[in-house]
């Protein structure tokens, strides 16, 4: 449950930092006539997710015996790409995000078109991509934890996710962002660790993978490093650890833990100079979509 609490939290984060920001800039722009079709695509890119997790979620439930494995190989890799991309994305982009959605809601208005529908698509792709996202990672934690435990720790995650995202911008108070998105991108950074690790096991276990050095350690006699427990589980889910790991999953881990840290932490090259703030740009006249 605490692994897609911690998922939720942080990509319910940035998805409710969207929506706040759009919000409070169409209140600013005095156009708040817009702010059902801005829920409207909010809504819309929600149900996408949700659908788009249930049909995962069916189909790899659907499958057994090395099919299965593969499957779940499959989605954790993917996870594990999806999550690296997006700690780098959102560390060299999370300055540039507010002035960026303030500019295409100007060009929605503008543009002389339906306004309310591209509202709607302002949101909906904004939203979008952090929906789709946390559908990946949540199944590819559950395939360590029962699903029970995976909704419930995702709709405590989203909760406070909410009230962060209010309390940044609507509430106008000032939480440390830069602080918040460095720990937790270096949490996801562990996580994404751990999924690679068990990608190579559930490879191993389908027999399209070897091992040169298998059970590098052995500690299935503590009860409570193994899977048959709640804090195994979580371990594994979150860490990918496993009381009896062959070497190339102890290698895999290492390997992309230090390498995908190291370039994380170390400072980003500015390859040019700091924007300034965001100008409205002038709303044509009375016209409201």
Same mark, same amino acid.
């Given at each position: 449950?605490? *692994?897609?609490?911690?998922?939720?939290?942080?990509?319910?984060?940035?998805?409710?930092?969207?929506?706040?920001?759009?919000?409070?800039?169409?209140?600013?722009?005095?156009?708040?006539?817009?702010?059902?079709a801005?829920?409207?695509?909010?809504?819309?890119?929600a149900?996408?997710?949700?659908?788009?997790?249930?049909?995962?979620?069916?189909?790899?439930?659907?499958?057994? !015996?090395?099919?299965?494995?593969?499957?779940?190989?499959?989605?954790?890799?993917?996870?594990?790409?999806?999550?690296?991309?997006?700690?780098?994305?959102? #560390?060299?982009?999370?300055?540039?995000?507010?002035?960026?959605?303030?500019?295409?809601?100007?060009?929605?208005?503008?543009?002389?078109?339906?306004?309310?529908?591209?509202?709607?698509?302002?949101?909906?792709?904004?939203?979008?991509?952090?929906?789709?996202?946390?559908?990946?990672?949540?199944?590819?934690?559950?395939?360590?934890?029962? +699903?029970?435990?995976?909704?419930?720790?995702?709709?405590?995650?989203?909760?406070?996710?909410?009230?962060?995202?209010?309390?940044?911008?609507?509430? !106008?108070r000032?939480? /440390?962002?830069?602080?918040?998105?460095?720990v *937790?991108?270096?949490?996801?950074?562990?996580?994404?660790? +751990?999924?690679?690790? #068990?990608?190579?096991?559930?490879?191993?276990?389908?027999?399209?993978l !070897? *091992?040169?050095?298998?059970?590098?350690?052995?500690?299935?006699?503590?009860?409570?490093?193994? *899977?048959?427990?709640?804090?195994?589980?979580?371990?594994?889910?979150?860490? +990918?650890?496993? /009381?009896?790991?062959?070497?190339?999953?102890?290698?895999?881990?290492?390997?992309?833990?230090?390498?995908?840290?190291?370039?994380?932490?170390?400072?980003?090259?500015?390859?040019? /100079?700091? #924007?300034? +703030?965001?100008?409205?740009? /002038?709303?044509?006249?009375?016209?409201?979509?």
């Amino acid at each position: 449950m605490l *692994t897609a609490l911690l998922i939720m939290v942080r990509e319910g984060f940035e998805a409710a930092l969207v929506v706040a920001i759009v919000y409070a800039y169409l209140r600013r722009i005095g156009r708040t006539d817009l702010s059902r079709a801005m829920w409207g695509g909010v809504l819309a890119a929600a149900g996408l997710a949700v659908v788009a997790g249930v049909v995962i979620h069916l189909t790899v439930g659907s499958l057994d !015996g090395a099919a299965r494995l593969r499957a779940f190989a499959a989605i954790t890799v993917t996870a594990v790409c999806v999550l690296t991309w997006m700690v780098f994305w959102m #560390r060299k982009q999370a300055r540039a995000i507010k002035g960026q959605l303030q500019h295409e809601i100007d060009e929605a208005i503008n543009s002389g078109g339906n306004v309310r529908a591209a509202i709607t698509a302002v949101a909906f792709f904004a939203v979008a991509r952090e929906g789709l996202e946390a559908a990946l990672f949540l199944i590819a934690a559950a395939t360590e934890e029962s +699903g029970a435990d995976v909704l419930l720790g995702a709709v405590i995650g989203l909760a406070i996710a909410s009230v962060l995202g209010y309390l940044v911008v609507l509430g !106008g108070r000032r939480l /440390p962002m830069a602080t918040f998105f460095k720990v *937790t991108g270096l949490m996801l950074i562990v996580f994404a660790a +751990g999924l690679l690790a #068990r990608s190579v096991a559930y490879l191993q276990y389908a027999g399209d993978l !070897g *091992t040169v050095w298998n059970n590098v350690y052995d500690l299935t006699r503590y009860e409570s490093l193994t *899977t048959g427990t709640e804090t195994g589980r979580f371990l594994a889910a979150f860490f +990918g650890w496993d /009381p009896r790991p062959a070497v190339e999953q102890v290698l895999a881990w290492a390997a992309y833990l230090g390498v995908v840290s190291w370039l994380y932490l170390r400072s980003p090259r500015s390859s040019q /100079p700091e #924007r300034p +703030g965001h100008v409205p740009t /002038p709303v044509r006249g009375a016209t409201r979509g």
